[in-house]
Every structure is written in C-alpha cells, then in structure tokens.
C-alpha cells in the first residue's frame, strides 16, 4: 500500500515557475512507476508526465514538453514536477499517482493523492 499527499501548489503568474511535491509511505515505493496527472474545471484528468521505478525512463505530455520535468528520489520516498514558463491554460488541480506499469493510461495506477492547486494568472 502506497499513501500520496501532495504539496507546493500556489498562484502564480504567467510564466512563473513552480515545483510541487510528493510524498509517499510505504515500502512499496520503490517498486512503483509514478505519474503527475491534472485536472481543470470543466474537464476531464488529463497526463502531465510519468517516471519509472528506477528514475532511468520518464515521459511528457506534448503540451509540457520543454517546459515541466518530472524526478524522483527513492530514498526520499518522493517525486517532483518542476513547472516553469508557466502559462493561464496549466490552471488545474494536479495529483501525484502511483502504479505498477509505467503509463499515460490514468486507470494503469492504483494510488492516488488528494491533489494540490495550481493557479495561473494572466
């Protein structure tokens, strides 16, 4: 069993920057694949980024890319997501998620957080 409680989440400006965290319990973290998920009002969850259980491999969304990096230190029980360049359009609450498989397919992770607020102003 993972527990997920993220943090960092603020208001900012266009193209400010942010780094949100994650922490996890559990002995299992390790061995899980973590992924960054956002939701924004009116919408449904989309992928952010995702990275494997080593660290060695991660993914973005096209829509990030350049501009959010996501890491992990597994001897921190912890993942992050560097944002930067931030813009109106990344306003959204952003949940950490953990999983046995490395993917963009949301219903591919098992635990998630209760999600931390990123807002953009213009």
């Known amino acids: 069993q993972v527990q997920l409680v993220e943090s960092g989440g603020a208001l900012v400006q266009t193209g400010g920057s942010l780094r949100l965290s994650c922490a996890a319990s559990?002995?299992?973290?390790?061995?899980?694949?973590m992924g960054w998920f956002r939701q924004a009002p009116g919408k449904e969850r989309e992928f952010v980024t995702a990275i494997s259980k080593s660290g060695f491999s991660t993914t973005l969304a096209e829509s990030v890319k350049g501009r959010f990096a996501i890491s992990r230190d597994n001897a921190k029980n912890a993942v992050y997501l560097q944002m930067n360049s931030l813009k109106p359009e990344d306003t959204a609450v952003y949940y950490c998620?953990?999983?046995?498989?490395?993917?963009?397919?949301?219903?591919?992770?098992?635990?998630w957080g209760r999600g931390t607020q990123v807002t953009v102003s213009s």
């Open positions: 998620a953990a999983g046995r498989t490395y993917s963009k397919r949301s219903y591919d992770y098992n635990y």
């Open positions: 559990g002995r299992t973290f390790s061995s899980s694949a």
